[in-house]
């Protein structure tokens, strides 16, 4: 998923938000000729994500600059450690510094917050996913993120699996269209290979869904008493997925309720920066 032109298609795009026609602090107060050499610092502990990242921010900022990546995405890291060391033109560096930090605290701190779910759920079945709440933008990088964290990714876009939601399923109701006819039609369109999965918030929408064919059943907002219930019901006759309320202080209940996946919104679109330094010397 992350692969170099992804990469670069952020950074290049960042780095010209950033400095559209050049640096104007650099160019006016360094002198021509000057080199820089920088450590990235950590200053709290956490999980690595975005190594490459922020050596791609480098290298776009100026091709001269030399950056080595002193550990690897998904490694756990304690404060000042010395994450990646630059060494190349003052100017280049000043001009990547900001953008290089930002997606590398961005994507550690995903990272770093995933984590701690997947830790939370250990010894369990269930697997901990993201959702489609990402930074518009910014989607491959927070999803490789997720996964550095030790989590899953759910479908990366509109047009990678069927999803059917809560606003999909009220259309159907108001063209009086029952559940079980619509999973049919909807199976019947689409490829053998493509994954079918239907959202439901009541217990009695999981057999009408079931007698369609889905491939994996999520299951609302439901309590850990539904939850069981629900999975009860379900019987292995598809993936159970559990979504909504999930929390740092919920998710090891209701993955002991013994649902297949749990996806958490909060690990994209609530994570905060993970504090990281630049720690920059100048030589003229």
Known sequence: ?????????????????????????????????????????AREAGVLSGGEVF????????????????????EHFEPGAVLATVSGPARGVLLGERVALNLVQRMSGIATVTARYVEAVAGTRARIVDTRKTTPGLRALERHAVRSGGGGNHRFSLSDAVLAKDN??????????????????????????????VEVDRLDQIEPVLAGGVDTIMLDNFSLDELREG?????GRALVEASGGVNLDTVRAIAETGVDVISVG???????????????????
């Open 168 to 197: 999909h399923l009220a259309v159907l109701t108001a063209s009086g269209i029952s559940l079980t006819d619509a999973i049919i039609r909807a199976r019947a369109r689409i490829s053998h290979t493509t994954h079918l999965e």
């Open 55 to 74: 050596s791609r921010t480098m290298f776009q900022a100026d091709e001269s600059i030399t950056t080595a990546v002193l550990q690897g995405d998904g």
């Open 1 to 41: 998923m992350l692969t170099p032109q992804a990469i670069d298609r952020v950074v290049i795009a960042a780095l010209a938000e950033d400095a559209p026609w050049g640096d104007a602090t650099s160019d006016a107060f360094l002198p021509d000729g000057a080199t820089a050499s920088a450590q990235l610092v």
């Open 231 to 235: 999975i009860a019901i379900v019987a």
């Open 266 to 284: 909060a690990l994209t679109h609530s994570a905060r920066a993970l504090d990281l330094g630049l720690d920059l010397s100048i030589e003229a």
